[in-house]
């Protein structure tokens, strides 16, 4: 058996689970529903969250393909009376074969961990924005991280309306523990800019553009996803799925050119 089949086999099991869920999911009332699904166009929401974010990634050179679950939890905290602090980690497992060609890498990668300062109100603008460092922590195994220590800001800033919201989420991350010992010297910056419209029954129908430029090699990569999500619950558990594809517009030779997404997130609402 060719190893590309192979590597389908986690894709089929996404698929599988995602079907389960559409089948098990329950309807959540209207109102409760769409006011939650425009949180989670919201970055800087009040909201605990939780979501798990399966990318499968085919398309490199020499048959290569790759497999990634980040675990994305998502925490807001009160600082004082105007302000929050939201707390934003992407934790990632990862397996991809011939990415690096003839070898194959599983583990984790490296963690980023961003925390926004973000006012709790609106004001007349009708502009939410937050502001804040964003860290990169060298968890990664078997080659799947930078074996070096970042940091940077971050800001992200959006406007909401009864039906859309469009806005960017931007960093920029450096190496700050110097080279040698294998680590990497990394200059990135990562600039998303999204759109979403809010459908009845708390679904979304989102796009946005995951794009980081290298500044080391000079390169993009910009991969566009366009999503599909609707808010249900599982027993008492108030979740969101989505599921959808993504082509890349620009990367580095030998990259991949396509994708699939799919994540689940469970919902904690005060």
Do not use: C
């Not at 490199?60 to 994305?72: C, E, F, K, M």
């Not at 039906?163 to 200059?187: E, F, M, P, Q, Y």
């Not at 998303?192 to 500044?215: C, H, M, V």
């Amino acid at each position: 058996m060719s190893a590309k089949p192979q590597g389908r086999g986690p894709l089929r099991l996404a698929l599988l689970i995602a079907s389960v869920l559409l089948v098990l999911s329950q309807p959540v009332q209207a109102q409760d529903a769409d006011a939650l699904a425009k949180k989670l166009s919201n970055p800087v929401a009040a909201l605990i969250s939780v979501p798990f974010q399966y990318t499968y990634d085919d398309g490199y050179a020499n048959g290569g393909y790759r497999h990634t679950l980040n675990i994305q939890p998502v925490a807001p905290f009160s600082i004082a009376e105007e302000w929050n602090v939201i707390s934003r980690t992407i934790l990632p497992l990862a397996y991809q074969k011939d990415v690096v060609p003839g070898t194959d890498q599983a583990g984790m990668g490296d963690i980023t961990q961003s925390f926004f300062f973000s006012p709790k109100e609106t004001g007349s603008s009708g502009i939410l924005w937050g502001i804040g460092p964003a860290l990169l922590l060298p968890t990664g195994t078997d080659d799947l991280g930078a074996d070096t220590w970042g940091a940077g800001p971050t800001f992200v800033v959006l406007k909401q309306d009864k039906s859309w919201t469009v806005g960017a989420l931007v960093n920029h991350i450096s190496d700050i523990a110097g080279t040698g010992s294998g680590r990497r010297d990394i200059s990135n910056t990562f600039v998303q800019p999204f759109l979403a419209k809010a459908l009845p029954g708390g679904r979304t129908l989102a796009f946005n553009i995951e794009s980081t430029y290298d500044w080391k090699a000079s390169q993009w990569t910009a991969p566009l996803n366009i999503q599909y999500s609707r808010v249900s619950k599982l027993g008492s558990q108030m979740i969101s799925y989505q599921g959808g594809v993504r082509a890349y517009l620009d990367g580095p030779r030998g990259g991949p050119d396509w994708g699939v997404r799919f994540t689940v997130t469970l919902l904690y609402p005060k």
